[in-house]
Antibody, heavy 121, light 107 residues
């Protein structure tokens, strides 16, 4: 089970950016997926979740600005980020939702290495 | 949102010591709590889920306990690779939240 997250860049406040996460080694279409971020020198912050059937959830600070989506035909997860703020600067990790015997546990049991987003003027 | 408060912020211990980390929730989360380890420059690793269940491949020296709002991660005898950051995370309610972390450092 392997996740590769990419797409991070340096952008200006107000701009948009899309992160991607390529999955392999597991049946992607049957798992929920998370995005978690970590600002420089700070702790982990859960950002968003998409279920295998497409329901989405977000932390309050990104609602209306970020959209999590998935393309099961490409085994790929996305995070579309718009109206970026300086406080969105972080390493963004995609993570697989833990599942045991088809039961969702909403913990993260496989993680990508992270991709860095820097928002700066 | 459920706030998770971890203590202490830093734990200074020696190889072979027992480490006891605490996570307190602002409201009950039942047993819906996990612990993660994060080494510098790496992604987190799931250690414990549902308060006391060890994740696949996690050594027996890691154990979790607690329910409701008070939880503990115990490392029975510290190995060199255990000096790292540790986070708790709840799945009882949206948004999912993490604690601010406890750093286990070499004394």
């Amino acid at each position: 089970e392997h996740l590769v997250d990419f797409g991070g860049d340096v952008v200006q406040p107000g701009e948009s950016l899309t992160l991607s996460c390529a999955a392999s080694g597991f049946l992607f279409r049957t798992y929920g997926m998370h995005w978690v971020r970590q600002a420089p020198g700070k702790g982990l912050e859960w950002v968003a979740f998409i279920s295998y059937y497409g329901d989405t959830f977000y932390t309050d600070s990104v609602k209306g600005r970020f959209v999590i989506s998935r393309d099961d035909s490409k085994d790929t997860l996305y995070l579309e980020m718009s109206r970026l703020r300086i406080e969105d600067t972080a390493t963004y990790f995609c993570a697989k939702n833990m599942e045991i015997d088809t039961v969702d546990y909403h913990y993260m049991d496989v993680w990508g290495k992270g991709t860095t987003v820097t928002v700066s003027s | 949102e459920i706030v998770l408060t971890q203590s202490p912020a830093t734990l200074s211990l020696s190889l072979g010591d027992r480490a006891t980390l605490s996570c307190r929730a602002s409201q009950t989360v039942g047993n819906y709590l996990a612990w993660y380890q994060q080494r510098p420059g790496q992604a987190p690793i799931l250690l414990i889920y549902d308060a006391s269940e060890r994740a696949t491949g996690i050594p027996a020296r890691f154990s979790g306990s607690g329910s409701g709002a008070d939880f503990t991660l115990t490392i029975s005898s510290l190995e060199p690779e255990d000096f790292a950051l540790y986070y708790c995370q709840q799945r009882a309610d949206w948004p999912r939240t993490f604690g601010q972390g406890t750093k286990v450092e070499v004394k």
